[in-house]
């Protein structure tokens, strides 16, 4: 499967962006979906993750209550809707998929990666 991510872009603190990966060249309902990001000088970090069939999400403490993953397999397109941004969630955010049967919150479990859309988040 390949995927595209889009979406990022410049935003003042407490904004709002959404980010698309959109997905083809595979079946998208077969795959666990994730998000995950990285800042300059730091390690790639998980942010959320969704089932298959998006029943079952799980964030990263940083942005429990604040980011919601969605996707719509009728569309190939996984979401990552980010509200009260904060300068520290400024990174490359990457979307990946794998085709597990259990959501992951690690990056070596995931085979297929996007490239990254950058998010900046101003204060």
């Known amino acids: 499967v390949q995927l595209q991510a889009s979406g990022g872009g410049l935003v003042q603190a407490g904004g709002s962006l959404r980010l698309s990966c959109a997905a083809s060249g595979g079946t998208f309902s077969n795959y666990i979906m994730g998000w995950f990001r990285q800042a300059p000088g730091k390690e790639r970090e998980f942010v959320a993750t969704i089932s298959r069939n998006g029943a079952s999400r799980y964030y990263a403490d940083s942005v429990k209550g604040r980011f919601i993953i969605s996707r719509d397999n009728a569309d190939n397109t996984l979401y990552l809707q980010m509200n009260s941004l904060k300068p520290e969630d400024t990174a490359a955010y990457y979307c990946?998929?794998?085709?597990?049967?259990?959501?992951?919150?690690?990056?070596?479990?995931?085979?297929?990666w996007g490239q990254g859309t950058q998010v900046t988040v101003s204060s």
């Open positions: 990946a998929a794998d085709e597990a049967w259990v959501v992951s919150t690690k990056r070596y479990e995931y085979d297929y």
